[in-house]
C-alpha cells in the first residue's frame, strides 16, 4: 500500500526506511510551509537534502505517492 506524502501524519513517515523523528518533523514542516509536495520528485529532493541515507530512495520512492488537489485562484 502506498501512502499521499500530501495526507500522512509523522507517524506514518516514521514507516518510510531511513526516516527517522527529526526527518519527519523536517518534512511536515516544509509540506505545510509550500502546502503540499507537487511531485514525487519534489519530495525526493527534500528527503536527499534532509540527508536520509541513499540507499533507502528507491524503497522510499515505491511506498509514496504526491496525490494533491490544489485550488486555484483566479
Not at 509550500?34 to 536520509?52: K, P
Request: net charge negative.
Amino acid at each position: 500500500m502506498k501512502i499521499n506524502i500530501n495526507e500522512v501524519d509523522r507517524d506514518d513517515l516514521l514507516l518510510l526506511p531511513g526516516v527517522n523523528a527529526r526527518e519527519a518533523d523536517a518534512i511536515l514542516s516544509e509540506r505545510d510551509s509550500r502546502t503540499n509536495f507537487l511531485s514525487l520528485d519534489e519530495f525526493m529532493e527534500f528527503i536527499a537534502r534532509l540527508g536520509v541515507p541513499p540507499h533507502c530512495y528507491r524503497r522510499i520512492a515505491e511506498r509514496v505517492v504526491s496525490a494533491t488537489a490544489r485550488v486555484i485562484d483566479f
